[in-house]
């Protein structure tokens, strides 16, 4: 198309230069020939078809010509016009920026979105003076509007927390225990007894006994709080039901460093699902494919599964982390081990150092 519009522009500039050589007569003659031939060719023709390259001399010799002369053309005055726009469009090609303030980086919107969703009660200043903490400058304005296109109210209208929310904040302060129980090869029963932390879902072994009774769970307990004092941890409260084996020395024992017994209802397991939960999981995963000889056989299991439930276990509710973080190690050009644990029933999977 563009070597059509060079020839043609070519070929117009050497029939112009040889028109500048003819006698004013001999012009005049030849301008009304044309001028008829275009009138007979209008009477003819409703509407000429006209390439690119034509409309692009017409509009370019046109500007040669005065424009009360434009009706000899084919064309309409407005059409030739229209034509130069055209051509003018064509010829600065360079991007034009639209008017008004740059667009925010996308990194910079999924930071405010987070902000947003991570702080309900914040407002729009309060998470301007966020990003600028974070060494990000943007305005109130922005963020209002970054805030609408996603669908997030203002802080007024975002004030109360979600149901998951609520119980995510909570379950800080809370642990959960049980028994359950395992049957051995020689049909022996034994109970064991653990807690389990409801913010990152750590799941601590108390012990295992044949016959639990007061002394003994009121020792467990002794030595479960010794080992959170140790730690220097506090927790709230602690949720049980109310089986009979945990006796009111157990709940003084843990009354004593500051933690409140609270007794599901009666027949009521969902009210303690955290930890039915964890036994759900700890026989289909394990137990349920293991047969126990002794109570320290059991024990070596137990300690041995908690280790992998703690430390290498993804879980949902932690979005796939481990209850205890460790760090992770990219994968490029690493070679992949794998662990058997109890066994080969479980595997763990780990980069070779």
């Known amino acids: 198309m563009a070597l059509s519009f060079l020839y043609r522009l070519f070929r117009h500039i050497v029939e112009f230069a040889r028109v500048h050589q003819m006698g004013d007569a001999a012009k005049d003659a030849e301008i009304l020939v044309l001028r008829h ?23 370019t010799l046109a500007r040669l010509i005065a424009r009360e002369r434009w009706e000899a053309f084919l064309a309409t005055p407005e059409t030739i016009l229209r034509w130069h726009r055209a051509l003018v469009r064509r010829r600065w090609t360079y991007p034009h920026r639209r008017p008004g303030r740059p667009a925010l980086a996308d990194e910079t919107v999924k930071l ?29 304005g922005s963020v209002a509007n970054v805030l609408r296109r996603h ?12 149901w998951g929310e ?3 904040s909570q379950a800080k302060g809370i642990l959960a ?28 072994l108390l012990g295992v006994i044949a016959n639990p009774n007061e002394a003994w769970v009121t020792q467990v307990a002794r030595n479960f709080t010794t080992d959170l004092e140790d730690a220097g941890r506090q927790w709230r409260f602690l949720i049980r039901d109310r089986d009979t084996k945990f006796t009111a020395s157990f709940d003084a024992v ?25 036994v759900r999981t700890a026989r289909s995963e394990c137990l349920d494919h293991l047969l126990v000889f002794s109570r320290r056989h059991l024990e070596a299991i137990l300690v041995e599964y908690l280790r992998h ?17 460790r760090p992770v190690r990219p994968a490029t050009a690493r070679k992949i081990t794998r ?14 150092a």
């Open 112 to 140: 405010i979105v987070r902000l947003a969703k991570e702080n309900p009660r914040w407002g729009y200043l309060r998470i301007v003076g966020e990003l600028r903490k974070l060494g990000v400058t943007v305005s109130k």
């Open 254 to 278: 843990l009354s004593s460093v500051g933690i409140e017994a609270i007794k599901t209802p009666v027949r009521s397991p969902r009210a303690n699902a955290f930890a039915e939960r964890f």
């Open 177 to 204: 225990t049980d028994f359950f129980t395992v049957d051995t090869v020689m049909l022996r029963r034994y109970y064991v007894l653990f807690v389990i932390e409801l913010e990152r879902r750590v799941v601590h």
């Open 309 to 325: 439930y703690n430390q290498a276990r993804p879980h949902r509710a932690l979005n796939l982390d481990q209850p205890v973080l």
């Open 339 to 352: 662990r058997d644990v109890l066994g080969g029933t479980i595997h763990e999977y780990g980069i070779a």
């Open 37 to 59: 031939q275009l009138s007979v060719l209008q009477r003819q023709v409703a509407r000429p078809r006209l390439t690119w390259s034509d409309r692009a001399v017409i509009a």
């Open 166 to 168: 609520f119980l995510r």
């Open 151 to 162: 669908d997030l109210r203002p802080a007024p209208r975002r004030t109360g927390p979600t």
